[in-house]
């Protein structure tokens, strides 16, 4: 599932991704790794709330 990080104007990362058209989540923190790991831990509880969507892409890093 694609998802986007920026900073925000104070300095605190947001990560954000939607699991299906008007359901998405947000995460936070003090660096990216924070905010993708909180944004993480929304999506695991919305998809407990809502459940998974029909189709989930995954992005993998290459082998070196």
């Known amino acids: ?7 925000d104007e104070d300095g605190v990362w947001c990560a954000h991704a939607q699991l ?4 998405g ?3 936070q923190g003090d660096t990216e790794a924070e905010a993708v790991a909180d944004l993480r831990e929304a999506l695991i509880g919305l998809i407990e709330s809502v459940g998974a969507p ?9 082998a070196a």
């Open 1 to 7: 599932m694609p998802y986007t990080v920026e900073r």
């Open 20 to 23: 299906r058209p008007g359901v």
């Open 25 to 27: 989540a947000h995460g």
């Open 54 to 62: 029909d189709e989930i892409a995954v992005t993998v890093p290459a």
